[in-house]
């Protein structure tokens, strides 16, 4: 789980929203605040192990499923929120509140179904298959930060999905 979180979290939350942001072009030169930065990266690491412990516990169940999208948006939102903060620069953020709720509402969706997927689709493939969807689903501009980035999320991803297929293809042979 902590592999997971750690990928999920490290490797395609924070890193395409990071990417994003230093893609965007504000007119305006922009830095980031370290601790800041770093507490973005935490949040987005914490905001899928909590997501998957509760969902990945016991009986799954609709309940479950929820909660744990509920508490994995609002933690992508505050990392989100977060790294916003962390953005140093000439100018000021302000939020439009409509556009600000219905980002938290997207996230929590988009968080629900993630785990939703990460739990009902059963082969490697699939798993995969629906990542890459959702990765492709945030397009970036091209700029090379974000393809370096994406290269090293995308071994890193591709490390840990040979590495279970290895595990649970071991532990099948093991039990036969």
């Known amino acids: 789980m902590i592999g997971a979180a750690v990928a999920l979290g490290g490797g395609a ?17 922009v830095a980031y605040d370290a601790t800041l930065t770093f507490a973005s990266l935490l949040l987005a690491i914490a905001a899928p192990a909590l997501g998957l412990y509760v969902v990945g516990r016991g009986q799954g169940g ?38 600000f709720y219905a980002s938290i509402v997207i996230a929590v969706v988009a968080a629900t ?3 939703w997927l990460a739990f009902n689709l059963r082969g490697n ?40 297929a290895w595990k649970s293809q071991r532990t099948l042979a093991d039990e036969f």
């Open 113 to 115: 179904v993630a785990l």
């Open 62 to 99: 609709a309940l479950r499923l929820i909660v744990a999208g509920i508490l994995t948006g609002l933690g992508v939102a505050l990392m989100h929120y977060t790294g916003m903060a962390a953005m140093i620069m000439p100018a000021t953020i302000s939020y439009d509140p409509t556009l």
């Open 13 to 29: 939350i924070w890193s395409m929203h990071f990417i994003a942001m230093n893609a965007a072009d504000m007119g305006v030169p």
């Open 125 to 164: 493939l699939q798993r995969f298959g629906s990542a890459l969807i959702m990765g492709i689903a945030v397009f970036l501009p091209p700029s090379t930060l974000a393809y370096l980035v994406f290269i090293i999320a995308t071994a890193l991803l591709l490390s840990l999905l040979i590495f279970n």
